[in-house]
DNA sequence: GTCATCCTAAGGTCAGACCACGGCGTACGG
DNA sequence: CCGTACGCCGTGGTCTGACCTTAGGATGAC
């Protein structure tokens, strides 16, 4: 049907007789591209959605007259993308995924250790968000999202005392204070920012010992101006905050340096 | 060399006799995977640097024992992460690039369109965003950038008077205007907000001459304010500006319901 | 010296094969 | 009758070996 190295009319729709006016860019690249580009243009479309199945690999090549191969680098790339998840098995295949910051977190994380923006700037963008999420989360935290936070402040607590303070606790305290916010795309930035947060949080702990108790008391004291409903507490409480952490970060970038 | 569904040994190493204690967990998922952590976490080292060249396809196949295709789909999900760069022909091959972050802004906007975040949503973290940024451009806005900035509000009048004022023109200040904070992180945060797709979801007809022209003024206000280098007129200014256009899209979207 | 041509190493694609996984139906045993 | 065990078969995962296209660089003619 397809023969090596003849791509598929229909793919590129080169004209090659009857038009007069500029040939735009053939260079078509890759065939695999075009697929991917197809796939993703109707997820963002929303003609596919989360849990939709996209057809078998080999009903796949069929439909675009290409081998499995070049199916099967299509489907790659838009798993890396976090666009679907390939399932194995019987009953298996490709599913467009339900969204996750995951993603968008690791390409962050690989932003930063190629150099590419560093670990300063995303400190700085993340105190920006979260600073400017206060206020929205002085409306709008439930008592609910008020329990929680002090729930992940008690067992920080507890972890203190045996000694162990795991960063992750306060990556989830600040993610889960964004939430309160009850926006999603705030959520989902304030998560995308998590793994790298932790990433130069524990560079910034190697170079000096960790401030526990002191961190957690400002996150208690947080949440009590956030049921007050006090805005501007709440905004000097998480700046200074916010501001011990992007020094401490600074300081090693500094002498990373 | 290797035989067809007979993974490498060296791959998944389970112990098939003699070994009496647990058997850890064989599940090695995707060879192809391990070939991308391996070169990943190569570049996270700083063992490969941006500009390297890895080895040609068909001698990474001999490196790691597998086949070509296999090799090719890692050198496809790397390439998608923005980690590599393939070039074909003579002298061609995977060289380690800086990932741009564009890459990660395709991302996120991949990820709004999938979580069918909603314009409201949208234009509310935007707010939290560009109002956080304020102070950080008054401090870092260089001469260049004030320039440009008032160069896009010439651009947006003379559109005015011709009756078309484009929404791009709108979205092109105020991601330079982020940009003048020369964060990287922040940067790309606020170019992803204002991508095409998401631009599209806000169907509110700017098309309207007075709406237009009241926000062009504002634009040139603010940058006015930028060069005093006064923080709380740009902050005031901003923020009746981005009211307006949320209370514009909160009304759509309320009609739209 | 300059230009056109060929060479060659590299990625891009194809076809067909086999294996591993896993849901589901069926057949067997209780 | 019910439950379990086995096996079917569709699905992705991998391999092989071949061919094509691309684009530097070498080689030769002018």
Redesign the interface.
């Given at each position: 049907m397809t023969m090596p190295g003849t791509p598929p009319a229909a793919a590129h729709g080169v004209a090659t007789a009857g038009t007069g006016d500029l040939l735009s860019r053939v260079s078509i690249g890759r065939i695999?591209e075009v697929i991917v580009d197809q796939v993703?243009l109707l997820?963002?479309q929303?003609r596919l959605?989360?849990g939709d199945r996209l057809p078998s690999e080999r009903e796949l090549c069929e439909r675009f007259g290409v081998s499995r191969?070049t199916v099967?680098?299509a489907l790659?790339?838009l798993?890396?993308?976090?666009?679907v998840e390939i399932r194995v098995g019987a009953r298996g295949g490709a599913f467009?995924?339900?969204?996750?910051?995951r993603?968008?977190g690791?390409?962050?994380?690989?932003?930063i250790?190629?150099?590419?923006?560093t670990a300063v700037?995303?400190t700085?963008?993340r105190?920006?968000?979260e600073?400017?999420?206060v206020p929205?989360v002085c409306e709008r935290a439930t008592e609910e999202d008020i329990a929680a936070l002090y729930d992940i402040c008690d067992r920080s607590d507890a972890a203190l005392t045996s000694e162990a303070y795991p960063l992750e606790l306060s990556a989830e305290w600040h993610t889960r204070f964004a939430g309160s916010a009850h926006?999603?795309?705030?959520t989902?930035?304030v998560e995308?920012l998590h793994a790298p947060l932790l990433r130069s949080l524990e560079r910034a702990r190697e170079a000096a010992p960790a401030h526990g108790r002191h961190g957690v008391e400002e996150h208690r004291a947080l949440v009590g101006a956030i049921t007050q409903r006090d805005v501007e507490a709440a905004t000097a409480l998480m700046n200074t905050h916010l501001r011990r952490t992007a020094d401490r970060v600074g300081a090693t970038a500094v002498a990373h340096d």
């Open positions: 695999s993703r997820i963002r929303g959605v989360a191969v099967r680098e790659r790339v798993e890396a993308n976090g666009l467009v995924t339900a969204p996750s910051s993603l968008v690791e390409g962050i994380v690989d932003l250790s190629l150099a590419s923006i700037e995303v700085e963008a105190m920006v968000f600073l400017g999420v929205l926006n999603r795309a705030v989902m930035f995308s």
